[in-house]
């Protein structure tokens, strides 16, 4: 083979990775704009519907369990029948699911609907993960994870944004609609751009450096090693999830009830906490490939433990103002998300085989996602119960990211004595 006919396949498989990269940052950033309206028009519902705080928990917990009882089916259909397959399929009952909310006016048909949406949006993340996995190897998912993983800081961001000003100028209901045509366009980018594999364009697999070419011979390769990181890193992802949806989900409306905030500046002051995520992200990557050489654990540890500062600060002085839970809730964000996208995503690319990726994605943001569930039927009845009272949300989130931190110093300690590679 002459010069110039290898350089062909390399030229195609780098547009190819591009195209890839950008197809899947926005599908996942899509999602968030069939997943997040809820959380900001909490206030809006209760005026409009007359939901009460625990009906919205209710709500918003039937949509967690649904995600997190489908995160696991996802994972494994995922590897069944490929992520292009899911993320069309999950992005296309999603934009029904809203499409619903939109027109119906009881908590009966919001019960159900969540349910859909949240087995729909669950496709999202380890179809995303498993397309990148087998698209960029191990020496270079740090850094690319952490440009890819700002996906859903970005989309949060957005779709916050776009929420708080709709119902600021519009209603909740065209807030909703709009919401369902930019996934909708995203679905179409995907459609076109998204492959599962080099492979299925006759383009080379993408190795790592060092790694002898193989026969896929269907296993997926995981030792008992393997297992047990998988379900620390699940545990951790628990804890570290309960935090972050319980300031998706309440930030806003406590900021309404608690700070007597108008809904719009509730909802512009809330995406303080992923917008502070998204260089938290790219910067965690960042040294965990340049720095900590593709060890994901030691760097993921010391920022959960400036996470746990920062909810620390914002249980000791987080009810004073607004200004100091604001930048409590900014430096959570930046601490937050690193480890986040880090662990659950090129963590979970590396913990067992590439083949494993959408299946290892699945089961740690399955375990996690039961984390959110917690806190928000804890958190409606600490609300409901307390009279408002925010000093034991504030405590539970700090309990949360202290146990965060003791679980992933487990995983360090296994790194040092070889029983894992995260």
Known sequence: MNDASAAAPNTLLRQWRLRVFVATWLCYAGYYFCRRPFYVLKS??????G?????????????????????????????????????????AVSMAAN????????????????????AAQATGWSAGVGTMACWFNRQERGRVMGVWATNFQAGGVAANLATSFLVGHTDWRTALFASVAV????????????????????????????????ADDGTLGWTRDATINVTLVGVYYF????IRYALWSWVPFVLARNYHLEGSDAGYISTLFDVCGIPGVIVTGWLSDRVFKARRAGISLLMTLAMTASCLLLYSAG??????????????????????????????????????ATLAAGIISGIGSCGPVVQELV???????????LAPVFLLLLGSAVAASATLAVVVVRNRLGHSRV
């Open 319 to 356: 009810q004073v103002s607004v200004s100091v839970f604001a930048v409590a809730i900014a430096l959570i964000g930046f601490t937050l998300y690193g480890p986040d996208a880090l662990l659950t995503g090129a963590g979970a690319m590396d913990i067992g085989s590439r083949r494993a």
């Open 239 to 242: 804890f570290l999830k309960l």
């Open 99 to 118: 499409i619903g909310f939109g027109v119906a006016s009881s908590s009966a048909a919001f019960f159900l609907l969540m349910a859909v949406n949240g």
């Open 183 to 214: 996934l909708g366009a995203v679905w179409l980018v995907v459609l076109t751009n998204q492959r599962n594999r080099p492979e299925d364009l006759g383009l080379p697999t993408v190795r790592d450096h060092g790694e002898a070419p193989a």
């Open 51 to 91: 939901f009460t705080t625990s009906t919205l928990g209710v709500i918003g917990a039937i949509y967690l369990v649904s995600y997190a009882v489908a995160q696991f089916a996802a994972g494994a259909l995922g590897n069944r029948f490929g992520p292009r397959l899911m993320l069309l399929t999950g992005m």
């Open 379 to 389: 958190i409606a009845r600490m609300l409901d119960t307390k009279g408002g009272d």
């Open 44 to 49: 809006q519902l209760a005026d409009d519907l």
